[in-house]
């Protein structure tokens, strides 16, 4: 159901939205390059202190209404159509998009978005079975390490949460997407990832960075961790391209 932190915030019919843009690549994880349009989704049920989506959320900053205006899900439709929607992939991101799940404006935007539609979400809620039939990928982002700093473990990770998305994973309908500033935070997902079955070829650590230099730090220091588990690592092209 819709969060009890975000009821009756947003009409019913509407969604909040922070920005549509595109076509730029796909900058993180296993479709890294392909061609996307991005609708970022207002509000989210974490805080994490290094998020680079703040005015999605965080209302200390930010006044919401402002920063994420709600829109029908036609108006939204067209405009994804007009940067890139039509040409086969549309990310819908936050915030935490799959807050708005059973929404009715949720509904009408997944079925009328033309082509392929990727969820990316922190992983604390299951997709029901309208969204897991409709979406063709997941990128799920646990919070561990600085992005955790902020929330307690229990509102973070939720244990069936997660053995849902593994399931997913191993249908190759979903990819585990692990933020880490040091070999520390490289072996807390490898816990995380051991304790909830989550098959090692559909996990991908993405260094901790807000630009390509910070990025790039981190990633020397973590790659061979990286590679010692086994996992995929991440970029974050939009930062190397300076596009969004
Ligand atoms: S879950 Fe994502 S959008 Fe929400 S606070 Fe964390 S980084 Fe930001």
Same mark, same amino acid.
């Given at each position: ?115 392929? %539609?990727? #969820?990316?979400?922190? &992983? ?7 969204? !897991? =039939? @409709?979406?063709?990928?997941?990128? *799920? ?61 559909? %996990?991908? #650590?993405?260094?901790? &960075? ?7 730090? !981190? =990633? @020397?220091?973590?790659?061979?961790? *990286? ?18």
């Amino acid at each position: 159901m819709t969060s009890p932190q975000i009821a009756g915030t947003v009409p019913e019919d509407l969604l909040p939205v922070q920005e549509i843009f595109g076509p730029v690549p796909q900058g993180e994880g296993p479709y890294t390059g392909r061609a996307s349009c991005f609708i970022r989704l207002g509000r989210c049920n974490l805080h994490c202190p290094p998020c680079d989506s703040k005015r999605t959320w965080d209302t200390s900053l930010y006044d919401l209404a402002q920063t994420c205006p709600p829109r029908s899900a036609e108006d939204i439709v067209q405009t994804a159509g007009e940067h890139g929607a039509r040409s086969g992939l549309t990310v819908v991101s936050g915030g935490e998009p799959l807050l708005w799940q059973r929404t009715a404006a949720w509904q009408q935007m997944l079925s009328e978005l033309p082509g392929d %539609v990727h #969820i990316e979400t922190n &992983g604390t809620i299951s997709p029901n079975d309208f969204t !897991a =039939g @409709r979406v063709a990928h997941f990128s *799920v982002s646990p919070k561990i390490g600085r992005m955790a700093a902020a929330d307690p473990a229990k509102r973070r990770i939720r244990t069936a949460v997660l053995a849902d998305f593994a399931g997913l994973a191993q249908q190759g309908k979903a990819a585990f997407k692990f933020v880490a500033a040091d070999d520390g935070e490289v072996e807390e997902a490898a816990q995380l990832v051991r304790e909830s079955l989550i098959p090692h070829d559909r %996990v991908w #650590i993405m260094p901790l &960075g807000e630009d390509d230099a910070a990025w790039t730090a !981190a =990633g @020397r220091g973590i790659v061979k961790q *990286v590679m010692d588990h086994g996992f995929n690592f991440s970029g974050r092209l939009h930062l190397t391209l300076g596009v969004r």
